[in-house]
Structures are given as C-alpha cells and as structure tokens.
C-alpha cells in the first residue's frame, strides 16, 4: 500500500506541475490522472511548451531530494511506515526523472522526448545525457540497498547472504509486482501504451538492489516491530488516493 501511495502522489504531483505551469502561459490545461491535455498548446511559443513539459520530471526530482532528506533527518533505528513512505517517495521521484531523461530519445512523445524534438537538440547529447541518467539510476538502486534492509526487526531476516535477499524480496520485489499489477489497473483505459508499460517497466530496476541485498553487510536492525502489522490509518489514506485518482482526476479537472 506504501509503494501504491508513493507512486500514486508521484504521478500526481508530475502532471499537477504540468498543469500549473500550462495555466500559468494560458494554454488551457486539463488535468487527469495520469495526463495533462493541453487544449491552447499549439498557440504557444516553443520555449513555453518546452517549459509546461520540464515541470513534471523536474519536480519529481524536487520530491526525491527532499524526500531523501526527509528521511535521512529522520532515520533513527525505530523504522516506521513514515521512513519507509519517504524512501519510497525518494526512490519513485529519482526514478521519475531519471527515466525520463534516459528514455528521451527513444519516446518523442514523452515530457523529455518532446524536449529534445523541440529544441532540435543533436541526438548525440540526447545519448550521452541517457547514458549519464542510466549510470545514475543503477547508482540510486545500489544505494537504495541497505535502506530497505534496515526495516528488518528479526535477526534471522539479516543472517545471510539468502536471507537478507529473502526479506528485500518481500519489502522491495512485491510491493513493485503487487503495485503495479494495482497502479496499471488504475491507469485504464489506456490513453497512451506508455502509460499502461511504465508501472511495471519503471521498477524493473529493483532488481538490481534485490540481487545486491546478499553483498550487504552490518545492518542495524529495527526497533519498531509495528512495521509488520498493518495500519489503519495507511488503509484509509491508501483508498482516499484511489477515489481522487479515480473518481476526481480520472475525468478531468479544467484550469
């Protein structure tokens, strides 16, 4: 429910940016849940609509360094759903971004893609700018590690190598596989085949700290065995996202 709840407020966040920047030059946004319809785009210069498409991917890189930094003012060894909520914020919105711009060149379509085709950017920086997001991604996987790990409360979760991969299968892998099977049922009917690809496809990363969990070592363990029962007020907040996502933004809010 946590991961459900970062990836939803993630989405929401990116397109509300859209949005707002779309409002801000007058090109008559409509806001849905996973797709902003710009009805007066093409009235406006290129470098606005180059503007309305940064707003989303920069501003979930706002959310992964804030969120990082949230969490890490916050870390302490009594992990809570509060910690695991903000890694996972982190984690999405990093990933947000990075996708973005590593899938630039090959999606003209998307937020960046659409950058690159409108300023003519040459297709060799459009690589080498891919390349570098791609190395910044396995970057955060690798580093996203030992965070999950650390919200073990058992000692024989942590024991070795198999366990410790065991137990971020259960904490990272079905949250993603679980998640998206929910996210990608959310985002019907399909408006973009983008849309119904990047729940599943946009975690596909996890695997990486997945197989690296055996390589880590020294984790402290949690204090807070709380993390293994479930959470009231995560259930509500966890379908109150569902209805606005569905219900309210689904159809489309004009600005």
């Given at each position: 429910?946590?991961?459900?709840?970062?990836?939803?407020?993630?989405?929401?966040?990116?397109?509300?940016?859209?949005?707002?920047?779309?409002?801000?030059?007058?090109?008559?946004?409509?806001?849905?849940?996973?797709?902003?319809?710009?009805?007066?785009?093409?009235e406006l210069p290129?470098?606005?609509?180059?503007?309305?498409?940064?707003?989303?991917?920069?501003?979930?890189?706002?959310?992964?360094?804030?969120?990082?930094?949230?969490?890490?003012?916050?870390?302490?060894?009594?992990?809570?759903?509060?910690?695991?909520?903000?890694l996972w914020l982190?984690?999405?919105?990093?990933?947000?971004?990075?996708?973005?711009?590593?899938?630039?060149?090959?999606?003209?379509?998307?937020?960046?893609?659409?950058?690159?085709?409108?300023?003519?950017?040459?297709?060799?920086i459009q690589i080498?700018?891919?390349?570098?997001?791609?190395?910044?991604?396995?970057?955060?996987?690798?580093?996203?590690?030992?965070?999950?790990?650390?919200?073990?409360?058992?000692?024989?979760?942590?024991?070795?190598?198999?366990?410790?991969?065991?137990?971020?299968?259960?904490?990272?892998?079905?949250?993603?596989?679980?998640?998206?099977?929910?996210?990608?049922?959310?985002?019907?009917?399909?408006?973009?085949?983008?849309?119904?690809?990047?729940?599943?496809?946009?975690?596909?990363?996890?695997?990486?700290?997945?197989?690296?969990?055996?390589?880590?070592?020294?984790?402290?363990?949690?204090?807070?065995?709380?993390?293994?029962?479930?959470?009231?007020?995560?259930?509500?907040?966890?379908?109150?996202?569902?209805?606005?996502?569905?219900?309210?933004?689904?159809?489309?809010?004009?600005?």
């Open positions: 429910m946590l991961y459900v709840i970062a990836f939803l407020t993630t989405t929401m966040l990116h397109e509300f940016f859209h949005a707002l920047l779309g409002y801000y030059f007058n090109s008559h946004p409509v806001l849905h849940h996973n797709y902003v319809e710009n009805l007066s785009e093409a290129s470098s606005q609509i180059i503007l309305i498409a940064l707003a989303g991917p920069v501003i979930s890189l706002f959310q992964g360094i804030i969120s990082s930094i949230m969490y890490l003012k916050l870390k302490s060894k009594t992990h809570n759903f509060i910690h695991l909520l903000l982190s984690v999405l919105g990093f990933f947000n971004f990075l996708g973005y711009i590593m899938t630039g060149p090959f999606f003209a379509n998307g937020d960046i893609g659409k950058v690159y085709k409108i300023s003519n950017m040459p297709v060799l080498v700018l891919a390349v570098i997001a791609a190395a910044f991604l396995l970057l955060v996987a690798y580093k996203m590690t030992a965070p999950y790990l650390r919200f073990s409360f058992k000692e024989t979760w942590l024991e070795s190598g198999k366990s410790r991969k065991n137990f971020s299968l259960h904490i990272l892998l079905f949250p993603w596989i679980i998640g998206s099977i929910i996210i990608t049922i959310l985002y019907l009917p399909i408006i973009a085949l983008v849309s119904i690809i990047y729940p599943i496809m946009s975690g596909m990363i996890f695997i990486f700290p997945w197989q690296n969990a055996n390589t880590i070592n020294d984790v402290t363990l949690s204090k807070n065995e709380n993390i293994g029962n479930f959470s009231i007020p995560i259930i509500v907040i966890f379908l109150m996202l569902i209805l606005i996502f569905k219900v309210i933004l689904a159809p489309g809010i004009e600005f």
